[in-house]
């Protein structure tokens, strides 16, 4: 997933469930800091009842999905929750974010802090092992030049499928993700500017005054909104490359190297993934005519949802329930207009059908000092998107097949598995860089992160550069099922494409999402759990300390934890 457990969204922790009359608007005694909240209408209710409610309350509507039901609120009324309880267009309402600017010390460097917002939680390969020498290819090839570094695409016999297909351009592919870098050389040729949105604004700082995104940059409508084709974590680049960069005799191929790759902006720069962006995304996807999403993250502030789990209060309960409860409205959208919706399951190492411990959530603090705490989550619990129904979660093989250290599991979570990476999954259990997936990278952070030097050569061992002539393209190794996820949803585009009919709303081709994931459970690889099947890892960190942990595969050949109904093969998902 985005992190290494990719993740995120939405806003802080404060709900309710509304159950009393509606009140007064408090008068200027009880007004507050302006403050934003998500607010969810009952199902059926006439959105102009639910806006004339939020509106006595004393908010503002910013933003409403209408097909959802979902509304982003501002307000100054510190009452605004109680003012909605029980008001008959409402289902729930929870605090969003306090609306405020990032501290004095951070104004000076907004383009470098949001360059350098690429967190631990958002990257998936450890960099102790920096200094390496750039590797350089020379253009005598036959396959793009980077095939041999692509273990990935070997597999999953992709690189076999393409003799047969590339996909098709009518397929259009929605990167949920912290944006796609546009002009990269190795993605421009099959980026569509035009339907690409970023449903995301800048966030400065968080209600404890930490640093999220970095101050806004001068944007010239002062909206904090970057372009619809700009990645300033790296991401979403990665990760749409991974699906479709194009055979073009530069750098790597993705899985469909023919899709049409749209920019469906939900992640913030700083990795964190909020509810209103990504139920705006899927909603949108489903109206255009988007064939197949990925969501390589989870929606903050919840690793895991709980409807009611002691460990939370009531309020915190009722937030967890709107966000369960808004995220599947929108996934069932999506899923009724063709939408067929992939998603990472998750790099916690952990069995999410077991009862587990969180001590990541809330992750975003919503209202000042809110942050994460410990807290028992039993199998009822829900991250989301991975644990939506409609949702194919993946989980991450290593180059020998083996399910990767990190990646989390379970029998009757996972659907299927793909390579996503595993730099210990090598004779000795030492890290090894290149065991990793390699996909594009945008040259601005690579810039600003130091990893290139002034001829433009990497000077890390995890960045890759290839050139064509005078246009030269950057290649980052990360590993995660954010990683795994994308190469799934690039098999699932060869499968729209193979099998899909004429569009007649949106033209292109179409596919029944159902379908799709019928083909892709049934062509994938059967894999068995290991034997004996409580596997254990063991890494041995350039530290020189050695961690190993042991996971405990359950389930038959044909569909079990660690693999779901196996690996995914794109030769066969073709028909061949």
Excluded at 178 to 202: M, Q
């Amino acid at each position: 997933m985005k992190r290494l457990t990719v993740v995120a969204a939405t806003a802080a922790m404060v709900a309710a469930t509304l159950a009393t009359p509606a009140q007064a608007v408090p008068t200027a005694a009880g007004s507050a800091a302006q403050t934003e909240y998500v607010v969810l209408y009952k199902e059926g209710a006439a959105a102009a009842d639910a806006q004339k409610a939020i509106e006595a309350a004393g908010g503002s509507v910013i933003k409403v999905n209408t097909e959802v039901g979902l509304a982003t609120v501002s307000t100054t009324n510190a009452g605004f929750v109680d003012a909605l309880r029980g008001a008959a267009a409402i289902e729930g309402v929870a605090r969003n974010q306090v609306i405020g600017s990032a501290p004095d010390d951070a104004k000076a460097s907004a383009a470098a802090r949001k360059a350098v917002a690429q967190t631990a939680k958002n990257k998936a390969v450890e960099k102790e092992g920096r200094g390496g020498p750039p590797v350089r290819w020379g253009r005598d090839v036959k396959d793009e030049p980077l095939a041999e570094l692509q273990w990935d695409m070997k597999q999953i016999r992709a690189d076999q499928a393409h003799r047969y297909e590339q996909g098709d351009k009518g397929v259009l592919v929605g990167i949920l993700d912290t944006g796609v870098d546009g002009s990269h050389p190795d993605i421009a040729p099959n980026f569509d500017r035009r339907l690409s949105r970023n449903f995301t604004v800048d966030l400065p700082a968080d209600a404890n005054g930490t640093v999220i995104d970095g101050p806004c940059e001068e944007d010239p409508d002062g909206s904090c909104t970057d372009p619809n084709d700009v990645d300033e974590d790296g991401h979403g680049t990665h990760v749409a490359s991974s699906i479709a960069a194009p055979i073009n005799k530069l750098g790597i191929s993705g899985v469909a190297p023919k899709v049409t790759i749209v920019n469906l902006r939900a992640g913030q720069d700083s990795g964190y993934f909020f509810l209103q962006p990504t139920v705006d995304a899927l909603t949108y996807a489903g109206d255009i005519g988007v064939d197949v999403v990925n969501m390589s993250y989870y929606i903050d502030p919840w690793l895991f949802n709980c409807a009611d789990n002691p460990a939370d209060s009531p309020e915190e309960q009722a937030q967890q329930r709107l966000y369960i409860a808004a995220t599947q409205r929108a996934i069932n959208y999506a899923h009724a207009h063709g939408v067929t919706v992939v998603s990472a399951a998750g790099n916690e190492a952990i069995d999410y059908t077991k009862t587990n411990v969180d001590t990541r959530s809330p992750d975003f603090a919503g209202f000042p000092g809110q942050a994460a705490r410990s807290r028992t989550i039993p199998p009822s619990c829900v991250s989301l998107p991975s644990e939506a129904e409609h949702v194919i979660s993946v989980s991450s093989t290593g180059i020998s097949k083996r399910k990767a250290y990190y990646s989390s599991y379970g029998n009757g979570y996972v659907d299927v598995a793909s390579p996503g990476g595993d730099v210990y999954d090598t004779p000795g259990n030492t890290r090894d860089v290149t065991k990793a997936t390699l996909s594009a990278y945008p040259k601005a952070l690579a810039v600003a992160n130091g990893e290139i030097d002034e001829n433009g050569d990497p000077t890390v061992d995890y960045v890759v550069k290839d050139c064509k002539g005078s246009v030269c393209g950057y290649y980052q190794y990360l590993q995660g099922t954010s990683m795994a996820s994308p190469r799934a949803a690039g098999v699932a585009a060869l499968i729209v494409s193979r099998y899909g009919k004429h569009d007649r709303v949106h033209g292109g081709l179409t596919l029944d999402p159902d379908k799709v994931e019928a083909i892709l459970k049934g062509t994938a690889t059967r894999t068995a759990c290991p034997n004996p099947p409580a596997f254990t890892y063991t890494r041995n960190l350039p530290s020189g300390s050695t961690v190993t942990a042991t996971h405990t595969c359950e389930g038959a050949a044909d569909n079990n934890g660690f693999f779901g109904r196996g690996v995914v093969d794109a030769l066969r998902a073709v028909g061949r």
